[in-house]
């Protein structure tokens, strides 16, 4: 059988059953620390049982897929002789663990998506089948691959749904901060193993679009369907800075449907491909504002980010329309700069306030600092668009 060893974080923060954390029960939001871990009302599973959980998950339901998986990568072995299971972060909807898998002289990673909360067992079902849906839908793949589905029962009673998937190795979440050499507000990129680092302006630029590339190449133009209900604060998109540039990736995918209620039949081809454009223009706002939220550190106050953003977004989904199919034999990217060209910054402005008024929760905590941002970012965006 394979040998089990299980950590918080880091390799240098092992857990056993004799460790005071083992049996404390599991946040219901990310510490920024392990002294957050600490008690919380409602019966939710302790830490142990969280990760004899996932133990019993690798032994059983997700044995199979993982052979199958080292089988396509070549590795040259069945099953592996060891596991390393490390308890990655805590979220509202689930609390990700990073599998180390090793045998035959090679480590492979995974993850393991678990819910322990109300609000990821309404979701953990419906993510499972949208990532698998998204990745048989759209080539090239940016959100990872799924395995194994399951609930499994935990040494203290309760019922645990998760599933098995992707590691993106080497990618790491990245946090608006103020804790910059300068001062200035900046980005964080989280690295428990080598040490967190400041991002300069440019990485930051090529993030945001890769980002909003990735959700544009998402968007179908003839459902109008696209990712919603992402979140930087969740730490949703990861990157992965190297040598050859920027690279991210979607770790996380709640939310997949129409941005229009209803679909109206076109009153012929150049009414459909206004309709198109009119969609786009919707998806481009909401992401364009959306892309600017995060929480300073991932954990802190509403924070929103700077004209970089607003850049990197607009390049972004120009890029990814350039894929995609070319309507009335032009390419989707030079006609959306086209319409984008007749749009006035009230314009803008109008459409960004009316999105935000019915995208957002009325008791949302980030809605009133969109709403007195909305002004300047309108601006900046017809800034952008001018430059186009």
């Known amino acids: 059988m394979p040998r089990f060893s299980c950590f918080l974080e880091t390799s240098d923060q092992p857990v056993t059953p004799d460790h005071p954390v083992w049996s404390l029960p599991l946040p219901s939001s990310r510490p920024s620390t392990t002294r957050g871990l600490r008690a919380e009302p409602g019966k939710v599973p302790s830490v142990g049982d969280y990760l004899g959980a996932i133990q019993l998950f690798l032994e059983g339901p997700a044995q199979d897929a993982i052979a199958q998986c080292l089988t396509q990568r070549g590795a040259g072995l069945s099953y592996p002789e060891a596991f390393r299971i490390y308890l990655a972060k805590h979220g509202e909807f689930y609390h990700p663990a990073r599998v180390k898998a090793c045998g035959a002289g090679n480590c492979f990673q995974w993850v393991v998506n678990v819910a322990a909360s109300p609000a990821g067992n309404a979701l953990i079902r419906k993510e499972y089948a949208l990532l698998q849906q998204l990745a048989r839908q759209c080539q090239p793949v940016y959100v990872p691959e799924v395995h194994a589905f399951a609930e499994v029962q935990s040494a203290g009673g309760l019922c645990l749904p998760m599933f098995l998937g992707e590691w993106f190795s080497g990618y790491h979440e990245f946090h608006l901060t103020r804790s910059t050499p300068s001062g200035e507000l900046g980005l964080v990129l989280w690295d428990p193993e080598s040490g967190n680092r400041f991002l300069d302006r440019e990485p930051c630029a090529k993030l945001y679009c890769r980002a909003a590339r990735i959700l544009t190449h998402y968007f179908n133009p003839s459902s109008f369907e696209c990712i919603g209900a992402w979140h930087h604060a969740a730490g949703d998109f990861v990157v992965r800075l190297s040598a050859s540039g920027v690279d991210v990736r979607l770790v996380s995918v709640r939310e997949y449907r129409?941005?229009?209620?209803?679909?109206?039949?076109p009153e012929g081809a150049d009414g459909d491909i206004r309709t198109i454009l009119e969609a786009l223009l919707l998806f481009l706002l909401q992401v364009s504002i959306r892309m600017r939220l995060d929480r300073l550190d991932g954990v802190g106050q509403i924070a929103w980010s700077g004209p970089e953003a607003v850049k990197g977004t607009l390049a972004g989904v120009l890029e990814a329309l350039a894929d995609k199919p070319a309507p009335?034999?032009?390419p989707l990217d030079v006609?959306?700069?086209?319409?984008?060209?007749?749009?006035?910054?009230?314009d803008l402005l109008d459409l960004c306030r009316?999105?935000?008024?019915?995208?957002f929760n009325p008791d949302s905590p980030e809605l009133p600092l969109v709403i007195s941002r909305l002004p300047e970012h309108a601006a900046e965006l017809a800034e952008a668009i001018l430059r186009l």
């Open 328 to 330: 009335a034999g032009l």
């Open 335 to 346: 006609l959306f700069s086209r319409y984008l060209a007749s749009c006035t910054e009230e």
């Open 258 to 265: 129409s941005l229009l209620r209803s679909r109206h039949e």
């Open 354 to 359: 009316g999105l935000a008024a019915k995208t």
